[in-house]
């Protein structure tokens, strides 16, 4: 059974209106943190929730923003997409921020037109 | 400065022989972690290994296992014996407490295509 979902697993949104991705976890983990992967490159960490206190990465745009209105939940809402936000946006939660694994969903691709 | 570095953009192995991917990383923070995580062409990020700063022995999961050699500051992965499912995008990630950062930074992978 999955433990880490994303929704959905494909997202197409037009250039410039706001977009949602959605993560939900089952394994109440205390730490739950967003991705973005660009096509070819290695995942890179936007931002996380350690239970409600929320860490953004120094050089996350302030496009991205994020909730986590519980602790099965969190969200990444793009305000304004650009083309160049197109990539696969990856959830993984963790028990605390030192835990030896982190539990990774499977991927929201998100396309901008 | 690159903290993870994967030499290896792509690899072509023979099916049933050994593979080794090659990671390398750089931090100054005594206690930190190295993993080595598979993504299909799915897109899912597969737990593979972790290897701590401070264990003693190597790590071993099944047909993987950790190549950890502290004083070079590389953590390879060894696959034995591998399989046509084992083709995929291999990145190697560490977590250290640089930076107040406690999220992985990931190399830039290495595609290992398994050939019949």
């Known amino acids: 059974d999955a433990m880490v979902i994303q929704n959905p697993r494909y997202q197409v949104t037009q250039f410039g209106k706001p977009v949602t991705l959605s993560c939900s976890q089952t394994?109440?983990?205390?730490?739950m943190y967003w991705y973005q992967q660009k096509s070819s490159q290695a995942p890179k960490l936007l931002f996380h929730?350690?239970?409600?206190?929320?860490?953004n990465e120094a050089d996350t745009p302030d496009n991205f923003q994020s909730r986590r209105p519980n602790t099965s939940f969190c969200f990444l809402d793009i305000r304004s997409p650009g083309l160049g936000d197109a990539a696969m946006y990856l959830c993984?939660?963790?028990?605390?921020?030192?835990?030896?694994?982190?539990?990774f969903g499977q991927g929201t691709r998100l396309t901008v037109v | 400065a690159q903290k993870i570095t994967q030499t290896q953009p792509g690899m072509f192995v023979q099916e049933k022989e050994a593979v080794t991917l090659d990671c390398t990383y750089d931090?100054?923070?005594?206690?930190?972690?190295l993993f080595w995580y598979k993504q299909p062409s799915s897109g899912e990020m597969i737990f593979l290994i972790y290897q701590g700063s401070y264990d003693q022995q190597n790590a071993t999961e099944g047909r993987y296992s950790l190549n950890f050699q502290k004083a070079r500051k590389s953590a390879n992965l060894v696959i034995s014996a591998s399989q046509l499912g084992d083709s995929a995008m291999y990145f190697c990630?560490?977590?250290?407490?640089?930076?107040?950062?406690?999220?992985?930074?990931f190399g830039k992978g290495t595609h290992l295509i398994i050939q019949p």
């Open positions: 931090t100054s923070d005594p206690s930190y972690g």
């Open positions: 929730y350690y239970d409600k206190d929320f860490n």
């Open positions: 394994l109440n983990h205390n730490v």
């Open positions: 993984a939660t963790s028990r605390t921020n030192r835990d030896t694994k982190a539990f």
């Open positions: 990630a560490m977590r250290d407490s640089g930076g107040g950062a406690d999220g992985l930074t």
